[in-house]
């Protein structure tokens, strides 16, 4: 219970001053606050050393500093790793068709949007989709007619017509 008190005073004493010292040293307040945090979290788990040191404070100063680097140095390796394979790659564009039929998926019942992905995106066939969902294969023919019938409607009060199962704006 000593311990647990000592650390609650030690805690209390110097956490926002800590927090500021690192804030300026970084230059970000939510990084300074969760480098702050992972520091006295590890200042707590090893406190019969910490608070023998010569200045706990700074003990706690110098590894929220170091948990912040370390944090940037992972940030920045991920970012070039993204960019390093991201090279040559083409990315194609969401087309508007695209966002129109998420959308109007999104307005059609869950079980009529499941068997409408499964079959037409997925590719799968009516006793696929029937196993997969464990539905009766007259079901999900059912749910799929339905699905069509609900995304023409979505998509024509979205200002599209549909025509042989292909969406083209207005």
Known sequence: MRDTEEFDAFYASS???????????????????????????????????????????AWVRKVAYRVSVSAWRKATNRLRAHRREAVGQQVDAVSVDHVALVAALRRIPSEQRRVIVLHHLVGLSVAEIAAETRANPNTVKTRLARGRRGLATQLAGDGYQTTGGRSHGA
């Open 15 to 57: 956490s926002q001053r800590v927090l500021g010292q690192v804030y300026a040293m970084i230059g970000s307040r939510t990084e300074a606050e969760d480098a702050v945090a992972e520091a006295y979290a590890r200042a707590w788990s090893r406190w019969s050393t910490v608070r023998d040191c010569d200045s706990p404070e």
